[in-house]
C-alpha cells in the first residue's frame, strides 16, 4: 500500500540528495527540503522557480539549467543566485523532487 | 568526500577556442554552488577589452585540430569564416555569445579581474574593459584572492 509520505524520512535519496523517484515529490514537503538546503524561509520567488522546475521536469523529463531558468522562470541569473546562492538549478532540483539537471551551459 | 569550494580561473589566451573553455568552467563552477573567480592575463584580456570581445576569433592557422591543410588556414577571410560556422553551432546549442556570456557569469556572483601587468603592457585603462570588471589587481593579489582554492590556466 502506497501512502503520501507526511516527512523527509519518508523519502529515499540518492547520494547527491535527489529524489529516487521524482513521484514522491509533493508541495507539502517543499519547506522542509528548502531547510534541508539552509533556506530557512521560503519566498514566492522560490516557489516560482520550484514550480517551474518541476513543470519543465514534467513536461520534458529533464530539470532545466541555470541558463534556460534564467531565460524562461522569469527569474533573472542574479537574482536566481541570490535565492539559492549553492547552484540555483541544482538546490531547486533537490527542493523540486526532480533528477539533478545535467548540461554544462 | 572532499568537495572543491572554489575555483581560480585564469584566461590567457585571446582566440574564441582559448576564451570559452575557461569561461564555461567559471559558469559551471557556480552553478555547483562553487565560488569562482576569472583572472584575464595577456591576449586573454580581448574577452574583457569593450571594443574587442565582440570580435573574438577562432585560431585557424597553427591549430590541428581543425584538420585541414595549415597553409589554407591563413588564406584571408578563413579565420573569420570558421569563426562565423563555429559561432552558428555554438548557438544552436544556446552556448551565449563571449560578451553575454561574460555578463551572465557576472551575475552568477563571480569574481571578474583583469592582469595589472597586461593592462600595462596594452596601454589599457579601466574604461577600455567591460563594465563586469570588478578591478585590475596584481599577480601578488590575484593570489591573496585565491587562497584556498584550485588554479586553473587556461
Same mark, same amino acid.
Given at each position: 500500500?502506497?501512502?503520501?509520505?507526511?516527512?523527509?524520512?519518508?523519502?529515499? $535519496?540518492?547520494?547527491?540528495? $535527489? $529524489?529516487?523517484?521524482?513521484?514522491?515529490?509533493?508541495?507539502?514537503?517543499?519547506?522542509?527540503?528548502?531547510?534541508?538546503?539552509?533556506?530557512?524561509?521560503?519566498?514566492?520567488?522560490?516557489?516560482?522557480?520550484?514550480?517551474?522546475?518541476? #513543470?519543465?521536469?514534467? #513536461?520534458?523529463?529533464?530539470?532545466?539549467?541555470?541558463?534556460?531558468?534564467?531565460?524562461?522562470?522569469?527569474?533573472?541569473?542574479?537574482?536566481?543566485?541570490?535565492?539559492?546562492?549553492?547552484?540555483?538549478?541544482?538546490?531547486? #532540483?533537490?527542493?523540486?523532487?526532480?533528477?539533478?539537471?545535467?548540461?554544462?551551459? | 568526500?572532499?568537495?572543491?569550494?572554489?575555483?581560480?580561473?585564469?584566461?590567457?589566451?585571446?582566440?574564441?577556442?582559448?576564451?570559452?573553455?575557461?569561461?564555461?568552467?567559471?559558469?559551471?563552477?557556480?552553478?555547483?554552488?562553487?565560488?569562482?573567480? !576569472?583572472?584575464?592575463?595577456?591576449?586573454?584580456?580581448?574577452?574583457?577589452?569593450?571594443?574587442?570581445?565582440?570580435?573574438?576569433? !577562432?585560431?585557424?592557422?597553427?591549430?590541428?585540430?581543425?584538420?585541414?591543410?595549415?597553409?589554407?588556414?591563413?588564406?584571408?577571410?578563413?579565420?573569420?569564416?570558421?569563426?562565423?560556422?563555429?559561432?552558428?553551432?555554438?548557438?544552436?546549442?544556446?552556448?551565449?555569445?563571449?560578451?553575454?556570456?561574460?555578463?551572465?557569469?557576472?551575475?552568477?556572483?563571480?569574481?571578474?579581474?583583469?592582469?595589472?601587468?597586461?593592462?600595462?603592457?596594452?596601454?589599457?585603462?579601466?574604461?577600455?574593459?567591460?563594465?563586469?570588471?570588478?578591478?585590475?589587481?596584481?599577480?601578488?593579489?590575484?593570489?591573496?584572492?585565491?587562497?584556498?582554492?584550485?588554479?586553473?590556466?587556461?
Amino acid at each position: 500500500m502506497s501512502m503520501t509520505a507526511e516527512t523527509l524520512e519518508q523519502i529515499e $535519496f540518492n547520494e547527491e540528495g $535527489f $529524489f529516487v523517484d521524482p513521484q514522491a515529490w509533493h508541495e507539502g514537503l517543499v519547506p522542509e527540503l528548502a531547510k534541508r538546503d539552509g533556506i530557512d524561509e521560503l519566498t514566492e520567488e522560490h516557489w516560482k522557480v520550484i514550480r517551474f522546475m518541476r #513543470a519543465e521536469y514534467l #513536461a520534458k523529463g529533464a530539470g532545466p539549467t541555470v541558463r534556460v531558468l534564467g531565460k524562461s522562470s522569469g527569474v533573472s541569473i542574479k537574482e536566481l543566485y541570490q535565492l539559492f546562492p549553492k547552484g540555483p538549478a541544482k538546490l531547486a #532540483a533537490r527542493i523540486a523532487g526532480i533528477p539533478k539537471p545535467r548540461g554544462c551551459i | 568526500m572532499e568537495s572543491i569550494e572554489k575555483v581560480s580561473i585564469i584566461i590567457s589566451k585571446g582566440s574564441l577556442e582559448g576564451i570559452y573553455p575557461g569561461l564555461i568552467m567559471a559558469n559551471g563552477a557556480r552553478a555547483e554552488g562553487i565560488e569562482a573567480d !576569472l583572472f584575464f592575463t595577456f591576449f586573454g584580456l580581448d574577452a574583457i577589452h569593450a571594443k574587442r570581445h565582440e570580435h573574438i576569433k !577562432l585560431a585557424t592557422v597553427g591549430n590541428p585540430g581543425l584538420h585541414f591543410a595549415t597553409w589554407a588556414g591563413g588564406l584571408p577571410g578563413v579565420s573569420s569564416l570558421m569563426t562565423h560556422y563555429m559561432e552558428h553551432k555554438m548557438e544552436a546549442l544556446d552556448i551565449p555569445s563571449i560578451p553575454e556570456f561574460i555578463e551572465m557569469i557576472s551575475d552568477t556572483g563571480a569574481g571578474i579581474y583583469a592582469c595589472q601587468a597586461s593592462v600595462d603592457l596594452f596601454g589599457l585603462e579601466k574604461n577600455d574593459l567591460v563594465p563586469q570588471v570588478q578591478d585590475i589587481i596584481t599577480v601578488g593579489e590575484f593570489y591573496e584572492r585565491a587562497a584556498g582554492s584550485s588554479i586553473i590556466f587556461t
